[in-house]
């Protein structure tokens, strides 16, 4: 085998054995993810049918309903993307509002925050 047919080879496997993309953008994980939430999220979101103490809905289906970029902006800092998006602001200023999701200091990360959004699109 000539290096050239080497250097090919090693290029094909190259992006399969690297966590990151080709592109070296950071791809969430479901099981760091589900760390997160469980240290973060899991004292109001309650999986499944339950709903927890302080009022908060399960997270299930959240995947179907909101969309990627939705999510990341809700995660972020939800009063802030209330001040931009009619959803958000109907779940954080409605009259049938009790609690209000916090910006969280953890969730700043954008790491922290995919691998817990990448989480979450699986219940
Ligand atoms: C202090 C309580 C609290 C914590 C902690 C919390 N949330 Fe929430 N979250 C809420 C409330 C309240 C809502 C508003 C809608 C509802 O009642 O579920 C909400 C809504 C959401 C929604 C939108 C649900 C929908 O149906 O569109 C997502 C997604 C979400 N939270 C994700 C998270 C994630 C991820 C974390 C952890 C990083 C987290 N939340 C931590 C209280 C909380």
């Known amino acids: 085998m000539n ?24 791809v969430g994980d479901a099981m760091r993810g589900k760390v ?17 103490t302080v009022g908060a809905t399960s997270l299930n289906g959240v995947g179907q309903r909101r969309s990627d970029t939705w999510l ?22 409605g009259d049938d509002v009790i609690i209000i999701m ?3 200091p953890q969730m700043q990360d954008d790491h922290k925050r995919l691998d817990v959004i990448t989480y979450i699109k699986t219940l």
């Open 36 to 52: 997160i939430f469980e240290n973060t999220c899991a004292y109001c979101h309650k999986l499944g049918e339950e709903k927890s």
């Open 3 to 26: 290096k050239h047919v080497l250097l090919f080879l090693s290029l094909c496997i190259l992006p399969t054995t690297n966590l990151h993309a080709d592109d070296g953008a950071f």
């Open 72 to 93: 990341d902006n809700w995660v972020k800092s939800p009063s802030d993307f209330a001040k931009v998006n009619v959803e958000a602001k109907r779940m954080t200023i």
């Open 102 to 104: 916090p910006t969280l």
